[in-house]
């Protein structure tokens, strides 16, 4: 079982604006009270097995009344608590640790009297409860807790969980955006008095790992994290956010080895009778030595036609100055500088003990003249030969004008002098560009295009690319699979492994069991090979993230297929029913939504000053719509497709379902909202399928969810909700049967 201390809600999701965090004050007879969440750090010292971690909460009164209540704080189910403090403004708060029973007792009122089932979460753990001090209006207080806990490990790796519930209105992976609530009773508690001010909270999470067998793997599926590594013994990890909470429990992966490259992989099958999704993530050592590190031959291709003039040759100017000031001792290097003609700084590389001519050369760079992109290349690719991978760093801003002008041409003369296997490595500036060469001429050589928006600096982009790129580990790399049956394996020819970076490998398998990893490359001068063992799991329903990480890829990788070499009917068929199963937004269904869907939308109930819900015939960030960019070859439109379609490629961090708010996938179930407000099971046939209604709150309710867990995330899509439970339907509702336990399990095993 993960670490997964519960996260609660501060707001009611029908009276204010909603918000989730670790800690919750409720006030008399467990009503939430008018209270914001502005400020919540964690801090975790996670040493082999073992977190202490330590968490604030500062809590501000934006009510016009003073709050006296109670804070509830719910402990991880398995945690091996050996020590737990608390202290509020610096004054040490009594407190007491409730029992399992009682804790779910307190939890289950604040369900049924604030018409959230957000909370339901939280009924079986065990909570530390506190009376707080009176807090005055307008006044802050801060809440401190510390505790340790055993982390679960599975083999070398393991796995540290901490909720970050945001606003209801985007709950996150596996959840679904804004509940409908159920009408209003005439015995439902009074609503409180809202905020003045919405609420918006500074989240800052540091997680300091220690591990004296090394440390391989830091990964973390649901958010984008700094990590540092000072060596290989130690690592720090940072996530830092302000606004509004983004909804997803924080997980960390951590494998414990200092393997040369270290492989962890993990899994995810949600029914023994499909096949199952895995990653495989492949890291280097940090304390890899010097000799590790692999010479390279480099060209830098710089564009300086007229359009580059002003800011953007000086700025390219400095990038590529960076750059060559960066060189390792055994490089070599080349530079080619290209308007309508060709202009390089030798005709061939040049050893890094060139770079004060080099320098030299760069800053007598100035922009005028065409753009031969055609002749520039077949420079660069003649200076390189097959004795060193080669590796080549293309930057233009403006569309072929001189020499051969044809994308199609150009991309076939590239290909065809391209003997050597080079790595393109594209960056387009500005919106002039033509997206379909760059990527193209990028994905045919085993590299990627990147693009450099108008307010973007040039320097600052490139710089960064080029230490990621630095120091080259392992290259040439090829990997085998055997006894998973794997298939749709994602990427299809694996880039380079650099010295702090890692590369993930997504697939699906069919066998589950024992199987065989081999990596074979490039390391030290001379080809090595790696072999790892894994086991795939016939059943595994927690880590649904690793199924969604792969039909992101998937779909990316598909997308960028159509787009360098047309639609058919076959590919467009697999994104639009990956799209809607994992609910990724695409050219293709950005508007696949029916009139029903619509008028649910139109019908729900958001809290005052929360966003409407948004419906997949909404434009959505990062995917423009499908006549805005995806058959355009230049353009913003165009620029912003390509990008989008890349992160998709390269998506490390798995993204929460965005069809919308009527629809949700659920362990490999989709269900639709409906015009009524009834969350529906696809497979459901009202005609034929006679579900068993249990009405919201009940204690039938709660006896359900207690005796079969996976009900939950069913449970949490609001007060109405049919699904499949067995081999029969359950409806919940505002009225339904009462069951006991053996009636229960007449009905559903």
């Not at 005609?687 to 969810?705: M, N, Q």
């Not at 995330?713 to 699904?723: C, M, T």
Request: aromatic share 8%.
């Amino acid at each position: 079982m993960s670490f997964r201390p519960i996260a609660l809600a501060l707001f009611t999701l029908v009276f204010v604006r909603a918000g989730m965090a670790q800690g919750l004050i409720v006030g008399p007879d467990y009503q939430f009270t008018p209270i914001s969440l502005t400020e919540h750090t964690v801090d975790a010292a996670i040493d082999e097995q073992i977190a202490v971690v330590t968490v604030s909460h500062t809590f501000k009164n934006t009510s016009r009344g003073v709050i006296e209540g109670t804070f509830l704080f719910p402990l991880p189910k398995d945690a091996q608590v050996s020590r737990f403090s608390m202290d509020v403004d610096g004054k040490e708060l009594a407190g007491e640790l409730l029992a399992a029973d009682e804790a779910r007792s307190i939890y289950e009122a604040i369900v049924r009297k604030n018409i959230d089932p957000a909370l339901l979460e939280m009924v079986d753990h065990r909570t530390f409860r506190a009376s707080v001090f009176p807090i005055p209006p307008g006044q802050q207080r801060t809440i401190t807790l510390r505790y340790d806990a055993t982390l679960p490990a599975e083999g070398a790796t393991v796995t540290f969980s901490y909720p970050l519930q945001g606003q209801l209105g985007a709950r996150g992976p596996g959840r679904i955006p804004m509940p409908r609530p159920m009408p209003m009773r005439e015995d439902r508690p009074a609503p409180p008095e809202r905020p003045d001010e919405p609420a918006t909270t500074h989240t800052l999470i540091t997680a300091k790992i220690r591990s004296e067998k090394g440390i391989g793997t830091v990964y973390s599926p649901s958010h984008e994290v700094d990590i540092a590594r000072p060596n290989s013994r130690r690592a720090e990890v940072r996530y830092d956010r302000e606004g509004e909470r983004d909804g997803r429990d924080f997980v960390l992966y951590i494998s414990r080895d200092n393997a040369e490259v270290g492989a962890t992989l993990l899994a995810h099958r949600p029914y023994r009778d499909k096949a199952g999704y895995f990653m495989l993530m492949l890291t280097p050592s940090v304390d890899l030595s010097a000799g590790a590190v692999q010479p390279r031959d480099i060209v830098f291709v710089l564009d300086t036609s007229g359009s580059m003039a002003g800011d953007k040759i000086a700025q390219a100017r400095d990038a590529l100055k960076y750059c060559v000031q960066r060189l390792g001792a055994q490089d070599r290097f080349g530079i080619v500088a290209f308007s309508s003609d060709v202009d390089a700084f030798r005709e061939t590389l040049m050893p890094a003990s060139s770079k004060e001519d080099a320098l030299f050369f760069i800053d007598q760079l100035e922009a005028r003249g065409g753009t031969n992109i055609d002749a520039a290349l077949k420079t660069a690719l003649g200076q390189l030969d097959d004795s060193r991978r080669g590796m080549i760093v293309f930057l233009t801003d403006g569309l072929p004008s001189a020499g051969e002008t044809n994308e199609e041409a150009i991309r076939k003369n590239i290909q065809g002098a391209n003997g050597h296997e080079v790595s393109v490595f594209a960056f387009g500036v500005g919106y002039d560009v033509n997206t379909r060469l760059l990527d193209g001429l990028a994905a045919e050589s085993g590299a990627f295009a990147d693009y450099i928006s108008p307010e973007e600096n040039i320097e600052e982009r490139v710089g960064g690319f080029y230490d990621k790129v630095r120091f080259p580990v392992m290259t040439d790399l090829k990997l085998t699979i055997d006894g998973a049956d794997t298939y749709a394996v994602s990427p299809g020819q694996l880039a380079n492994l650099y010295k702090n970076g890692q590369l993930i490998v997504a697939g699906r398998y069919r066998k589950p069991g024992a199987a065989k990893v081999q990596l074979t490359g490039m390391l030290n001068g001379r080809e090595q090979t790696f072999r790892y063992g894994f086991d795939l799991p016939a059943s595994e329903r927690d880590r649904d993230f690793v199924a969604r990480l792969w039909a992101q890829r998937r779909v990316g990788m598909l997308l960028e297929e159509i787009r360098m070499h047309g639609e058919n009917a076959e590919l467009k068929d697999e994104v639009i029913a990956l799209a809607k199963e994992f609910g990724i937004v695409t050219p293709y269904t950005s508007y696949l939504v029916t009139e029903d869907e619509m008028m649910a939308v139109d019908q729900m109930m958001p809290p005052p000053g929360a966003p409407r819900p948004v419906s997949s015939r909404q434009a959505r960030p990062g995917m423009p719509s499908a006549d805005a960019g995806f058959n355009q070859t230049s353009g913003e439109a165009a620029v912003q497709m390509s990008k989008s379609i890349r992160s998709m490629q390269e998506a490390e961090v798995a993204a929460p379902a965005e069809v919308g708010a009527t629809q949700a996938n659920i362990q490999g179930r989709t269900l639709v909202l409906d015009a009524d407000g009834v969350w529906r099971d696809t497979e459901f046939d009202a005609d034929t399928h006679k579900p068993v209604a249990i009405a919201f709150g009940s204690e039938t309710y709660f006896r359900l969810l207690k005796t079969y867990p996976d009900t939950l995330p069913f449970a949490q899509l609001g007060g109405k909700v049919v699904f499949k439970l067995g081999d029969r339907f359950v409806s919940i509702e505002e009225s339904g049967e009462t069951l006991d336990d053996a009636a229960m399990t007449r009905l559903f095993g």
